[in-house]
């Protein structure tokens, strides 16, 4: 099922550097209207991003779009998300892991530490059709239950790989996350682990909340290169 109210791609001529016909789809499918507040909605189409409670904020599409694509997920693709925030990019990845007739969102671990947030979010998934498996709590500490993920994706910035990701990350697994120590300092950073070594192709500046978590007071769960 794809959303119906669905405006056609409205950043489509403006993304050059998304050349994955599967991710311009997703964004295609998925409206960013039913994710955010009323008084907000004349902005939904806006390659912005969005206030959307709790100080925090709905990254700006176009990043979320380069980030996904970096991932190169493919149907059936299990994903860790941290930071769930309004969902919206849960639905995104919900479409990109989708398999045939399968559950949309099947395959697909979200994480937020804002209860309010994921409640929000969780309801607004289920009534676009969407099935991920979310849960309140540390997205640094990860989902060991779950693991290991093809891919796993932070939305919020961290001082370091936090270990627990790393350990979860399966062989030839990708991972794309935000990383910097101060706040106007922060470079995405995409992580591969192959043959259980840790590889990083750093793809430019970037602008995030923080990750808040007490990992990080504990150098030994920082995963280094
Ligand atoms: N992807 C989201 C963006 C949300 S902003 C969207 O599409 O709306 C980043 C989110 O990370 C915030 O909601 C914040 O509460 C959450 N966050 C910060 N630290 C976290 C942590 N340790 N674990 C899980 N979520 C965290």
Redo the contacts with the bound molecule.
């Keep these: 099922m794809t959303n119906q109210a669905a405006k056609p791609f409205p950043w489509a001529d403006q993304w050059p550097e998304i050349v994955d016909p599967r991710v311009r789809a997703a964004f295609a499918a998925v409206s960013r209207r039913a994710?955010i507040e009323e008084h907000l909605a004349r902005f939904a189409e806006q390659d912005a991003p969005l206030p959307?409670g709790?100080?925090?904020?709905?990254?700006q599409p176009f990043v979320?779009a380069l980030m996904v694509q970096a991932l190169h997920l493919q149907p059936g693709d299990k994903v860790l998300?941290?930071?769930?925030?309004?969902?919206?990019?849960?639905a995104?990845l919900c479409e990109l892991t989708a398999t045939e007739g399968g559950v949309r969102g099947a395959t697909i671990y979200g994480?937020?530490?804002?209860a309010g947030?994921?409640a929000r979010?969780a309801d607004v998934l289920a009534s676009l059709g969407y099935a991920p498996h979310l849960r309140?709590?540390?997205?640094?500490?990860g989902w060991t239950e779950a693991a290991p993920f093809d891919a796993i994706?932070?939305?919020?910035v961290a001082p370091h790989v936090p270990r627990p990701l790393w350990e979860q990350l399966g062989e030839g697994g990708r991972m794309i996350l935000p990383v910097g120590q101060h706040e106007d300092d922060q470079q995405l950073w995409l992580v591969r682990k192959l043959d259980g070594q840790m590889r990083v192709e750093k793809l430019g500046g970037v602008r995030?909340?923080?990750?808040?978590?007490p990992?990080f007071d504990d150098p030994e769960q920082w995963a280094e290169e």
């Design positions: 994710f959307i709790e100080g925090q904020t709905i990254s979320v998300e941290i930071g769930a925030g309004s969902g919206f990019q849960t995104i994480v937020e530490r804002h947030l994921l979010a309140v709590g540390d997205g640094a500490a994706i932070a939305s919020a995030f909340v923080p990750l808040i978590s990992l």
